[in-house]
């Protein structure tokens, strides 16, 4: 007897020491659209993530358990990833190959008007599968990182600017942001396409204004979050693509192509309740419906 007593206790202290590296959220909604003109419909979300650590390696992984028709048989996976150190690098495998093509095109699609959706991608072609490894090196008060692609980093802050500089074949990326005078500002330079965003509060509303003209302000009214949003129009993109290397010479595309997005606005009030559930009401002008959430996060 005391042999078996002595076996369950060190099998308890082992499965809860496996289960100690481990940690579950997830988070689950059901919402109802009246779809402007169009038929109502209701829609539902359920999400668990899990997240394992064992020394200084991290899996992540991800479900989608809405039980749907189209969920292969009610779960489907959402993520799934490895992070480990190996000396001074650092190896980032994504195991997940997303599939985030958008099956409302404009093709197919006339409950918005003019037929436009979302600006959502038209068909997925690229593997998001990958295997990572960076190196990042202290120099004085700078970052430099050097990845698997031949791309280096250059990061740091100075004097309030938090500053990247990233090198790539004919496509150097730099970043900058900085708080001046009360404002937030971000400034993006991608291949010479240049973007920026400038936030503040005024009167406790929070505002952000975009170079691509979008607009959000965020405020609080008798206990509830109040958020407007404008997101301006967005062209048709066509998939960009280039040439294989070494033994592989086919095209790899690089971004998917993307329908055209009418510019729209919307209008947001939620509210967390104390069952620790959340509500929000959303109106859209794109197709002037009425979404109604009720979504819990643990």
Request: with cysteine; hydrophobic share 35%.
């Amino acid at each position: 007897m005391k042999k078996l007593i002595a076996l369950f206790a060190v099998t308890t202290l082992a499965s809860t020491s496996a289960i100690a590296g481990v940690a579950l959220s997830g988070g689950a909604s059901v919402t109802y659209d009246d779809n402007g003109s169009s038929a109502s419909s209701t829609s539902y979300d359920a999400d668990i993530a899990a997240t394992g650590t064992a020394g200084g390696t991290t899996v992540s992984l991800g479900w989608d358990v809405d039980g749907g028709s189209t969920q292969g048989g009610g779960i489907s996976q959402t993520a799934c990833s490895i992070v480990t150190a190996v000396g001074p690098l650092t190896v980032t495998a994504d195991c997940y190959n997303e599939d985030n093509s958008d099956p409302v095109n404009d093709t197919a699609y006339t409950g918005m008007p003019n037929g436009d959706d979302d600006g959502g991608v038209i068909v997925d072609s690229t593997d998001d599968r990958s295997v990572t490894v960076s190196m990042d090196a202290p120099v004085g008060d700078a970052t430099i990182g050097l990845d698997n692609s031949g791309n280096i980093t250059v990061s740091g802050t100075f004097s309030g600017v938090t500053i990247s500089h990233t090198v790539k074949a004919g496509a150097d990326t730099t970043t900058g942001s900085a708080a001046i005078a009360g404002m937030d500002i971000s400034v993006t330079n991608d291949a010479g396409a240049t973007t920026w965003s400038v936030g503040t509060t005024v009167a406790g509303t929070a505002v952000t204004l975009g170079s691509d003209k979008s607009l959000s302000a965020v405020m609080g009214l008798s206990g509830n979050e109040v958020t407007v949003t404008h997101v301006a129009e967005r062209a048709a993109a066509t998939a960009t693509a280039n040439a294989g290397s070494g033994a592989s010479t086919a095209t790899i595309n690089n971004t998917n192509a993307t329908d055209q997005r009418n510019a729209y606005t919307t209008l947001s009030v939620s509210r967390d309740l104390t069952s620790g559930a959340a509500l929000a009401a959303t109106w859209n002008s794109l197709d002037d419906s009425l979404t109604l959430k009720a979504s819990v996060a643990f």
